[in-house]
């Protein structure tokens, strides 16, 4: 009798395994991903009621199949979603997209569902195919070197990449100059933004690199001026330059300063500076206090006080320097932190 009953359960158990076999084959042919995700549920229903019928080892197979079979259905999801907001794309695009999203959840501490909802937020921000593709891996690695979440690393580089007037291409770029500047000065990513998306447009409009907004956002950090207060201060500092008031230029003609080049663009900030510490050096804390807040205003002329002194004493131009040779500093930084073995 008990040999009758082993048998029994032999035999329900393989034909249990001919059904779950059957099932997974049936499982990694879908290829749609919103029929994927309702089969699949179908699928699951089936392999459970299979396993209920085996007893305990029914409880065994269904604890195995259930934690792979959600994983799957969230990845699933999360690349249906990118879908969504990516427009009119090709299956040929939509499987280099997911392709991707799980080449990243391999190489990284992100999950492929995490490095799917990262594509998205490039889509929502307007992203083509190949510009996510392009641009995805460096967001992720800004996340990580700036111990933040994806979404925020994804918003701020791509606002950034709007207000530079920079291309996808260049994403790299970007996140290396970010990091680069918070890691070397006493600013993080989000004081950062706060001040560069508040600069950045009109930098751009006056030639001045997103290197050159990073650099004096740094030193102005580390004078305790940071976030929107030194966004909002460098931006009128440049409006002022450009425009000034009738009491401004009145200064200028009297310190002998210059803003424009011989083709009416705007000099280069340190240019500026350099003749604005030729100006002033003969002169008193006073009457210098004085002759910054005519020429940029009261709120500015902090800032641009910092400014001068730290290119007084070359602070600003070793910055400078340094920035140009930034390339790949988000992948190292990213790479040592999650070097946890």
């Not at 195995?64 to 259905?73: G, N, R």
């Not at 291309?167 to 950062?192: C, H, P, Y």
């Not at 804390?285 to 641009?304: D, N, Q």
Request: without cysteine; hydrophobic residues 45%.
């Amino acid at each position: 009798m008990a040999d009758l009953l082993a048998n029994i359960r032999i035999r329900a158990f393989d034909g249990f395994s001919r059904v779950t076999n059957k099932l997974r084959n049936q499982l990694k042919q879908i290829t749609d991903a919103q029929l994927k995700a309702q089969q699949t549920f179908q699928l699951a229903g089936q392999i459970n009621l299979a396993a209920q019928s085996v007893g305990k080892f029914g409880r065994v197979a269904r604890a195995a199949i259930a934690v792979p079979t959600q994983k799957f259905l969230e990845f699933e999801q999360a690349m249906a979603n990118v879908r969504a907001v990516s427009g009119e794309i090709s299956s040929n695009q939509f499987t280099k997209l997911a392709e991707k999203a799980k080449f990243l959840g391999g190489t990284t501490e992100f999950t492929s569902v995490q490095a799917a909802e990262g594509l998205r937020y490039l889509a929502i921000a307007g992203f083509g195919v190949e510009e996510q593709l392009a641009a995805i891996g460096p967001v992720l690695d800004l996340a990580t070197a700036a111990s933040t979440d994806l979404g925020t690393a994804s918003d701020i580089a791509s606002d950034l990449m709007g207000a530079f007037r920079l291309e996808a291409s260049q994403m790299g770029d970007i996140t290396d100059v970010l990091t680069a500047t918070f890691t070397r000065s006493n600013t993080t990513l989000s004081t950062l933004f706060e001040t560069m998306k508040l600069v950045g447009p009109q930098a751009t409009d006056m030639g001045i690199s997103m290197r050159e907004v990073a650099s004096m956002t740094a030193v102005l950090g580390s004078a305790g001026i940071k976030g929107s207060l030194a966004g909002t201060a460098l931006r009128s500092m440049l409006q002022r330059m450009v425009n000034p008031a009738a009491s401004a230029r009145k200064e200028m003609r009297r310190l002998g300063l210059t803003v424009a080049d011989a083709e009416g663009n705007l000099r280069k900030p340190t240019a500026i500076f350099q003749d604005l510490i030729n100006a002033t050096k003969e002169m008193g804390t006073v009457e210098r206090g004085k002759a910054f807040s005519i020429l940029f205003g009261t709120r500015a002329a902090a800032a641009m006080s910092n400014l001068v002194a730290s290119m007084d004493v070359g602070k600003l131009q070793e910055f400078l320097k340094g920035m140009q040779n930034v390339a790949g500093v988000t992948q190292q930084v990213a790479a040592v932190q999650r070097d946890t073995g």
